[in-house]
């Protein structure tokens, strides 16, 4: 079925390890993005991109890196987890129209 | 500061009831979108609204634009048991591709 596909689906880190949060989309859509939720917060935009090789940061990028080396694939990054970490994370997908977007089904980090 | 302001935060009615949910902001958006997430699961688009003072209907449930763009509510006629859910409501900015979401409305609906 086409839409986004988020991996793993749960993860549990010790503080300091590094993992790849992967994501891909075959809907050859522009625009891909990272959001976390986290309880009373919402959805927060971690980092965004408008094509292959064009990233920018959203409201909470500390912690997180980003590459898109091709259309389809948007990989998020934790460098060295920490526990303010633990969270679940959602990619998402649109055309560069923005006339909604198709979220994965998320991974629920947990940091210890 | 929360550029979008959803109300209310928690709502649980009985079945058959109506229901409105405000979606409100001091920013104009180009678009504003409607999502409902179940547990577990991504969030699902239900409607884009574009034009100030748009309505769009999608079965029971109603979506409104503001006349400048700036808010939104859904409302939700003769609620159901499978209308349970957190609904959320997304501003695009007009100067970019980002998508800012609302803290969201948990609905319970009871049978």
């Known amino acids: 079925n086409a839409g986004v596909t988020q991996t793993p689906k749960f993860q549990v880190l010790k503080t300091g390890q590094s993992m790849t949060l992967q994501c891909a989309q075959d809907?050859?859509?522009?625009?891909m993005s990272w959001y976390r939720q986290d309880p009373g917060m919402g959805l927060r935009l971690i980092h965004y991109s408008v094509g292959a090789g064009i990233t920018d940061q959203g409201e909470v990028p500390n912690g997180y890196n980003v590459s898109r080396s091709t259309t389809e694939d948007f990989p998020l990054r934790l460098l060295s987890a920490a526990p303010s970490q633990t969270s679940v994370y959602f990619c998402a997908s649109s055309t560069l129209r923005g006339d909604g977007y198709t979220f994965g089904s998320g991974t629920r980090l947990t940091v210890v | 500061t929360q550029l979008l302001e959803q109300s209310p935060q928690f709502l649980s009615i009985q079945e058959g009831e109506n229901l409105t949910v405000y979606c409100n902001s001091s920013s104009v958006f180009s678009s504003l979108q409607w999502y409902r997430q179940e547990p577990g699961e991504g969030p699902v688009l239900l409607v884009t609204?574009?034009?100030?003072?748009e309505v769009k209907k999608l079965k029971r449930l109603t979506f409104q634009f503001g006349d400048a763009r700036k808010d939104s509510s859904l409302h939700i006629t003769a609620a159901q048991p499978g209308d349970t859910g957190l609904y959320l409501c997304a501003g695009l900015r007009p100067s970019n591709y980002k998508l800012t979401f609302g803290k969201g409305t948990l609905l319970t609906v009871n049978p």
């Open positions: 609204v574009v034009t100030g003072g």
């Open positions: 809907m050859n859509h522009e625009y």
